[in-house]
């Protein structure tokens, strides 16, 4: 080996790593693109089985099928829209008319009784709330409603752009497909063609079971907020279940959100007997909601759907998330559907891959 080749050699592989990084600060710079693609790519899974049931079961064209799933996506987004749109204009209305003085009063004497409530029972968890200086936040909500103005742009350029991109991966099954074919080697196509349609059956089952996972817990939610007369009880229930999307944390802050949001519904009431016993009551109708989600409504999807393991789905959620955050959790359980589905089609013989891949 002369010098020539050992300089070539370092030039090469100075050249790969420059290319890697150029490569990543593409991906970088595109980001807002590749999470469009990502949304887009779930929305044509859970499109596929009604797109499927139409051509076979109706005879629909293929356009057709797509046109009238795409109605039906437009559909449940202008009705959430529709549903939060009288609650935004409530709130802005409230905040044009807020007394800050009688807000504050409101809360101050809302925290002298449950501060006087603790202490009667020895228990100071409030001493430092008094401290804390709440309403300077106020200051900032103008800056916060211009922010969130900017934002409606940004989400509408987004909303058009999944829907653009998701209209013709739904119309061309196969475009996805024949990207990713070509960048497999050659001689491996018709395996990963056979794999990829595993992947895409098995994803689709597993985004439509935790539609109606977040469904069961809407219901239950607003069915728990209703009895007990807390206001806009609706919203609250959907944010509440949607939050559930983020495994292990959200239902965590989807409690945090509903006790306060309960809490301060009627800040004018007596704390003691009337806040929080209706608090306590909502958290206990909470906490049954949960354990319905989590000992029947999950192990159903996960068996069903991606045909996991709870256990295996537990740890996997869980190195997801120690790996990168929340989003770590969110993709653990489509990405790791996805990579038995690899392994099971080109490690068959693999005693590890055979163990996981079972039941696939």
């Known amino acids: 080996m002369n010098s020539k080749t050992i300089a070539n050699g370092i030039l090469r ?66 009705g959430l829209i529709s549903m939060f ?25 809302l925290l002298i009784q449950a501060n006087d409530y603790f202490m009667a029972r020895n228990i100071n968890v409030l001493e430092q709330l008094k401290t ?22 940004s989400l509408s350029i987004g909303l058009f752009s999944v829907l653009f991109i998701s209209f013709f ?23 990963f063609q056979k794999s990829f349609e595993t992947i895409k059956d098995l994803l689709s089952r597993y985004f439509i079971g935790l539609l109606f996972q977040i469904t069961i817990l809407f219901i239950l939610y ?30 965590l802050i989807g409690g945090v959100l509903m006790l306060i949001l309960t809490m301060t519904s009627n800040l004018e009431l007596d704390f003691q007997s009337q806040i929080l016993p209706t608090t306590i ?13 989590n000992f029947f409504s999950q192990p159903f999807i996960f068996s069903k759907s991606v045909k996991s393991h709870p256990l295996e789905i537990f740890l996997v959620i869980i190195i997801g998330g120690l790996l990168f955050g929340v989003i770590g959790m969110i993709v653990a359980v489509p990405s790791y559907t996805a990579i038995k589905v690899v392994l099971k089609e080109f490690l068959a013989e693999n005693k590890i891959v055979k163990s996981l891949t079972k039941d696939l």
């Open 281 to 293: 009551y909502v958290m206990i109708g909470y906490t049954i909601a949960q354990l319905v989600d």
């Open 85 to 109: 749109i009288p609650l935004i204009i409530k709130q802005g209305q409230n905040l044009s008319l807020l007394d800050i003085n009688q807000l504050e009063y409101n809360i101050e004497h």
């Open 222 to 251: 607003t069915i728990i907020l209703l009895i007990f007369g807390i206001d806009n009880a609706i919203v609250i229930a959907f944010l509440c279940a949607l939050l559930n999307l983020i495994p292990y944390i959200g239902p």
């Open 132 to 153: 804390v200086d709440i309403f300077s936040k106020f200051k900032a909500i103008p800056n916060l409603l211009n922010s969130v103005i900017s934002a409606v742009g």
């Open 13 to 78: 592989a100075i050249a790969i790593i420059l290319g890697v990084l150029l490569l990543l600060y593409f991906l970088f710079k595109i980001q807002s693109v590749l999470v469009y693609v990502i949304i887009a790519a779930v929305l044509s899974l859970i499109a596929r089985p009604i797109i499927i049931f139409l051509r076979r079961k109706l005879k629909f064209l293929n356009i057709l099928a797509v046109i009238v799933s795409m109605l039906l996506f437009l559909g449940l987004i202008f």
């Open 169 to 191: 991966l739904m119309k061309d099954g196969g475009i996805l497909n024949k990207g990713l074919v070509a960048l497999v080697p050659d001689g491996s196509e018709k395996r």
